[in-house]
T-cell receptor
Framework: KQEVTQIPAALSVPEGENLVLNCSFTDSAIYNLQWFRQDPGKGLTSLLLIQSSQREQTSGRLNASLDKSSGRSTLYIAASQPGDSATYLCAVLMDSSYKLIFGSGTRLLVRP | DAGVTQSPTHLIKTRGQQVTLRCSPKSGHDTVSWYQQALGQGPQFIFQYYEEEERQRGNFPDRFSGHQFPNYSSELNVNALLLGDSALYLC??????????FGSGTRLTVV
């Protein structure tokens, strides 16, 4: 059974810092992995999608990497801003399934 | 280009009642999935509809049912509401293995 874990559960950093959010999964037979952002009480906004054959994806200040063999993905946020404060969720889609399996998220606070 | 649209945004129901939530997928998407998110948790998969059929179902009781219409829009129905059904219900649409696009959700409160 696939399990997705995100560490840390919460993170508080001063504005301007570069930071890394971690996501690990137990079964490497994934089809893709997606990172989302969620503001309090709101829906999910897709940030980056990495197919299983890819190693990384970049969008602006965000960079996500994927290492299937070790069951890990990282989301790198450069030059963090207070507007980046949100919960970040990673989700995997398995080869044999149509459902996304989510971690519990990392709650990020960027202090001005 | 409109994204995923969900209605209503908020809903309060009494225990034992029935509720219907609605979702219009992103333009060009033909697959709709529903998720339940409890406070402080990641979303949990309820089911997915494709070509008007339930393609896959998560670990939710039969009280949760759905429908997909020919225009790809979808409904989630929950019967005999329990207090534990209070959550944020998220709809996601997709097309051919591309990433999922989520709506803003419906906040359901059961009292």
């Amino acid at each position: 059974k696939q399990e997705v874990t995100q560490i840390p559960a919460a993170l508080s950093v001063p504005e301007g810092e570069n930071l890394v959010l971690n996501c690990s999964f137990t079964d490497s037979a994934i089809y893709n992995l997606q990172w989302f952002r969620q503001d309090p009480g709101k829906g999910l906004t897709s940030l980056l999608l990495i197919q299983s054959s890819q190693r990384e994806q970049t969008s602006g200040r965000l960079n996500a990497s994927l290492d299937k063999s070790s069951g890990r993905s990282t989301l790198y946020i450069a030059a963090s801003q207070p507007g980046d404060s949100a919960t970040y969720l990673c989700a995997v889609l398995m080869d044999s399934s149509y459902k996304l399996i989510f971690g519990s998220g990392t709650r990020l606070l960027v202090r001005p | 280009d409109a994204g995923v649209t969900q209605s209503p945004t908020h809903l309060i129901k009494t225990r034992g009642q029935q509720v219907t939530l609605r979702c219009s997928p992103k333009s060009g998407h033909d697959t709709v999935s529903w998720y339940q998110q409890a406070l402080g948790q990641g979303p949990q998969f309820i089911f997915q509809y494709y070509e008007e059929e339930e393609r896959q179902r998560g670990n939710f009781p039969d009280r949760f049912s759905g429908h997909q219409f020919p225009n790809y829009s979808s409904e989630l129905n929950v019967n005999a509401l329990l207090l534990g059904d209070s959550a944020l219900y998220l709809c996601a649409s997709s097309y051919a293995g591309e990433g999922y696009t989520f709506g803003s959700g419906t906040r359901l409160t059961v009292v």
